[in-house]
């Protein structure tokens, strides 16, 4: 009886070790997952829209027959819509450029000199007059431009940047009218300067946020500030001109959007290499 029961016993213990070894054996290892990354460089195309606040820093002309050079007592440029389009590269996370191509629309000049009127006195004799001088201007930029690019925060990327390149600004005539100081409704007639068009040394300055809309397509709000240098306005006409601005500043509130080719693709690695699957060890 007591030999049985010890058999018994020798049988379960046995059987118990073998479960417990089947318990402990390990899982095969999952190989790790795939790893995709955005790409980060590629060809762009960008278009913007926005509204120049002009700062024109003074002007100047020739002044009767001795050729003197004058400031204008007053020269107010008005702002207008800016529109530009360019293409650039993505260099990397951080750095990209682009060429741009920038249209000012015709801003409004109003100016006035003082002088003598020989036309709005009585007997036509000269008399101390005002002039009201009214002309536009229009621009076109060509610019080369760096940014870096300051990390991405969601689907923010703030951005600051720098532009070199020059600007054709181009003056419409300038219509001259002198009204007497004493009677301002007493004026002589109008005197028309041929405007006058030049290429400008021109830079830039600019700061903002691109924010992710689609994998390949970015809203850019920003500001930007251009320096246009100074150059000719206005030609001779009776015994007036030729006259000179002396550079414009604009600041510019500027939307756009920059398109990148291929920007939805991705670029795969390799997974490592498998481990493999030690047999399990019955103890």
């Known amino acids: 009886m007591m ?63 001795n050729s003197s050079l004058v400031d204008f007592n007053s020269a107010k440029l008005d702002g207008n819509v800016n529109l530009g389009a360019g293409v650039g590269y993505q260099i990397n996370n951080y750095l990209r450029t682009d060429l741009t191509f920038d249209y000012l629309f015709n801003s409004d000049f109003k100016g006035s000199t003082k002088g003598d009127c020989g036309g709005c006195g009585p007997g036509y004799t000269a008399v101390p ?27 923010f990327t703030p951005y600051v940047g720098g532009g070199l390149g020059g600007t054709y600004v181009k003056w419409s005539n300038l219509k001259n009218t002198s009204c007497s100081d004493a009677n301002p409704d007493s004026c002589d007639g109008s005197v028309s300067h041929n405007g006058r068009g030049s290429w400008r040394f021109t830079y830039a300055l600019m700061a903002g946020t691109s924010i992710d809309l689609t994998c390949n397509l970015k809203a850019d709000v920003g500001y930007r500030y251009r320096h246009i240098q100074g150059g000719d306005m206005f030609g001779y006409a ?3 001109g030729p006259g000179y601005d002396k550079g414009i500043n604009l600041n510019e509130a500027r939307i756009g959007a920059r398109y990148t080719f291929g920007g939805c693709q991705t670029a795969s690695y390799m997974p490592p290499a498998d481990i493999p699957v030690q047999p399990p060890v019955y103890k």
């Open 129 to 155: 007059a005002t002039s009201r001088d009214l002309a536009s201007m229009r621009a076109y930029s060509l610019l080369a431009n760096v940014y870096v690019d300051l990390g991405t925060y969601s689907i």
């Open 3 to 65: 030999k049985s029961v010890i058999g018994a016993l020798a049988t379960l213990l046995v059987g118990t070790s073998a479960f417990s070894a089947d318990l402990y054996t390990p899982e095969p290892v999952q190989p790790a997952p795939e790893v995709t990354v955005a790409q980060s460089s590629g060809w762009y195309l960008r278009g913007d829209v926005g509204y120049a606040f002009t700062n024109l820093r003074g002007a100047n002309y020739f002044q009767g027959s």
């Open 238 to 240: 009776e015994n007036g």
